[in-house]
């Protein structure tokens, strides 16, 4: 059976909007055959409802219709697919119904323009594809034309040079079948990632011992060096295209704050600190202050310093006899029997190595 000869989409919604009678009409399409009707529904005229505006009446069908002024009109289309056909339909159906308010908008003919987003994170890259449509768009993604088997509408990317490529996303109307897509040509290199520091060992050492940084960073890149915010300059303590930073024998000056900062030809990443300590001493302690005389009933206080990681522990000697502990030792009303030797021992518990001052003999000033 053949269908009906065709009327033009233009002629066809005159007489949808003009409420003529309009039988059911079938268009060719670029893909088959489909059946299109109008509807009118309720609208508001003057306002717009809750602003004085007046309700019209619903009507069941365009042919069946009396002419109400004001009446909006939609097209209900089949669920198949109109091809370039259906994207005309609906820039008339928006021209024609100027300037209607359309109660229930019915399937969206056309996709509107495709578009894409990107977020950068720490590692990876996240691609937003968006498409407006009635009903929602359902969203595939293609990598150097391959489709993608599960394709969310949001894509994430490890940034590694193996995901560099051209990245599409498509959107279908699963009414419609009409697609729009966009195309994207993204060099991971121009998305750096933070890069990291880590140290082996991972934990403070002793002085002597060997350290070795590493550089979590993609190949190709500019890698510097920083120590406590300063560019580190030993280049002989640096290997493998500047990824390894490697200290054969630290010292305590070895000690601070690590970071690297990758660079490529449009910006550039620094890593966060990693803070390295070494674990040394302690040093010969001194007391302070060297003073040897004090008024009788007067407060004394000595202090004792040595230099140390971690900090030292302090433990302090009268004639022999320790006394007390912690850096600070006082003396409240000095009198004869607090004079004679004293003595602070400072002590690294985690390398197990006391070290004592030398001996403060304090005395009772005379008075004449």
Not at 159 to 169: F, H, K, L, Q, V
Not at 177 to 205: G, H, Q, R, W, Y
Not at 216 to 226: E, G, Q, R, V
């Amino acid at each position: 059976m053949s269908p009906p000869q065709s009327t033009p989409p233009k002629q066809l919604i005159q007489a949808a909007w003009e409420h003529k009678a309009a039988p059911p009409t079938w268009l060719t399409g670029t893909q088959g055959l489909h059946c299109l009707h109008c509807e009118q529904h309720e609208v508001v005229r003057g306002g717009g409802k809750g602003r004085g505006g007046e309700h019209l009446p619903h009507a069941p069908h365009a042919s069946h219709a009396p002419h109400l002024p004001g009446l909006a009109t939609r097209l209900l289309l089949s669920s198949s697919c109109f091809g370039g056909m259906q994207g005309k339909l609906q820039g008339l159906l928006l021209q024609e119904a100027a300037p209607q308010r359309l109660i229930s908008g019915g399937v969206w003919g056309r996709e509107r323009k495709t578009s894409a987003t990107i977020n950068l994170t720490e590692e990876t890259i996240s691609l937003t594809c968006l498409a407006v449509s009635n009903p929602a768009s359902e969203i595939e993604w293609y990598f150097n034309g391959q489709l993608i088997p599960i394709s969310p509408e949001v894509l994430t990317r490890k940034i590694i040079p193996e995901n560099s490529g051209d990245y599409a996303c498509q959107a279908t109307n699963p009414t419609s079948k009409m697609t729009s897509k966009t195309t994207m040509e993204i060099d991971m290199i121009d998305f750096l990632p933070k890069p990291n520091v880590t140290a082996k060992p991972n934990s403070a050492i002793e002085e002597l011992h060997p350290v070795s940084f590493f550089c979590s960073a993609p190949k190709d890149l500019m890698i510097t060096w920083f120590k406590d915010g300063e560019l580190y300059t030993s280049e002989s303590h640096l290997s493998d295209n500047n990824k390894t930073l490697s200290i054969a024998s630290v010292t305590k000056s070895d000690a601070g704050g690590y970071q690297c900062q990758i660079t490529n030809h449009t910006s550039r990443r620094i890593s966060d600190i990693l803070s390295f300590n070494v674990v040394y001493g302690p040093d010969t302690p001194a007391i302070q202050p060297t003073q040897r005389y004090y008024n009788e009933h007067t407060n004394v206080v000595l202090t004792c310093k040595a230099d140390s990681f971690p900090q030292p522990r302090y433990i302090w000697f009268h004639n022999g006899k320790e006394i007390d502990t912690g850096q600070k030792l006082l003396l409240e009303d000095f009198t004869e029997d607090k004079t004679g030797s004293y003595i602070c021992q400072a002590g690294n518990d985690l390398l197990q190595k006391k070290r004592n001052s030398s001996s403060l003999e304090i005395y009772l000033e005379k008075s004449e």
